[in-house]
Nanobody, 123 residues
Framework: QVQLVETGGGLVQAGGSLRLSCAAS????????MAWYRQAPGKQRELVAS???????NYADSVKGRFTVSRDNAKNTGYLQMSSLKPEDTAVYYC?????????????????WGQGTQVTVSS
């Protein structure tokens, strides 16, 4: 019932920018923390950035100063603005959100994941 739809991935040259969006839909009561992860081929999934309900943010050292995470609570949407992109940023990016929602089992709170979007940075 609850769904996260992630958009904005694509191919960009090194030094360029992309903005990823993650829109949540369903019988949502509230969205708690939101986060972005990425996974490159053959590597572990890693946390890129996160944002709390109070708009406190956290970034991986590799993206500090280049990426900005934000959220629009009225739209149930999170964003990841990526600038000064490097080839090392190439990965599938996933949105994660902790959501309280009214499900068939009643009101519950758990993490949901987006489908992932490919970001490719060329030299």
């Amino acid at each position: 019932q609850v769904q996260l739809v992630e958009t904005g991935g694509g191919l960009v040259q090194a030094g360029g920018s992309l903005r990823l969006s993650c829109a949540a839909s369903g019988s949502i009561f509230s969205i708690n923390h939101m986060a972005w992860y990425r996974q490159a081929p053959g590597k572990q999934r890693e946390l890129v950035a996160s944002i709390t309900t109070g708009d406190s943010t956290n970034y991986a050292d590799s993206v500090k100063g280049r990426f900005t995470v934000s959220r629009d609570n009225a739209k149930n949407t999170g964003y990841l603005q990526m600038s000064s992109l490097k080839p090392e940023d190439t990965a599938v990016y996933y949105c994660n959100a902790n959501i309280r929602a009214d499900t068939r089992l009643g009101m519950s709170t758990r993490d949901y994941w987006g489908q992932g979007t490919q970001v490719t940075v060329s030299s």
